[in-house]
């Protein structure tokens, strides 16, 4: 396999892991809108990226961590669920960003695709994705007693961990945009978080799985797009869905 190839599978999964580490709590708190939302946000920042002459993945972050900091200081101060913030703040950043970013480069932003990366870029994805991993795992147990107790959460001074949840999906989404691209990247944190609810029994093998079954379904997209020519996101997202419809007969089981 040629470097390039080499470069993708790792990328997905690396983020592919992140994307479900982290999308297991956005199921369990009852945020799969908020996680759809958050990707769209990003593409006002690609617009102005390009605009300016800058990798779009700093546009991408600098709008997501906005937009986390900004629904988090927002739920604080009004009855809004975070799922209503970030609805508003969806519409209006999808209609700007796809006038803005330039025809030749909207799909890509989309869509995803694979560029080859120089390996300082490279490993910093890579790590990047690993450190994002390993700080969903260690929190664990505060993000679940968020979701089993927010009120005990709020007591304790926690209301925090709801802004470190944000921004850790927030560059976990950054890190994602060019493996499914803007439109899809909400859907590989829900889908493999989705499978593993299906088919997994305790809280411990849920999260676990939901990692696992995020890096298997982006190593199994890249290859299927690579093999027939494919756009690699919505190959990624389909092969997702598909896992999840088989999901279901192990639930019934």
Known sequence: MEASLYQSLIIGLMVGAASGAIGSFVILKRMAL?????????????ALALLYGVDPFFGVLAFLVGAAVLVWWLEGRTKLAPDALVGL?????????????PNAELLESLFGEFPALSPPAFFLIIGAA???IVATFALTKRFLLAVVSPELAHVTNKRSDNLILFLIFAFVVALGIKLVGTLLMGALTIIPASIAKNSTKSMKTFIVGSAVIGGAVSVGGVLIARTYGFIPGPTIILLGAGCFVLSLGLRRS
């Not at 908020?34 to 690609?46: K, Q, R, T």
């Not at 703040?89 to 970013?101: D, K």
């Open 34 to 46: 908020v996680g759809d939302a958050m990707s769209h946000i990003a593409l006002p920042g690609i």
């Open 89 to 101: 703040l969806f519409t209006s950043s999808l209609a700007i960003g796809i006038l803005a970013i």
């Open 130 to 132: 690993f450190l994002l």
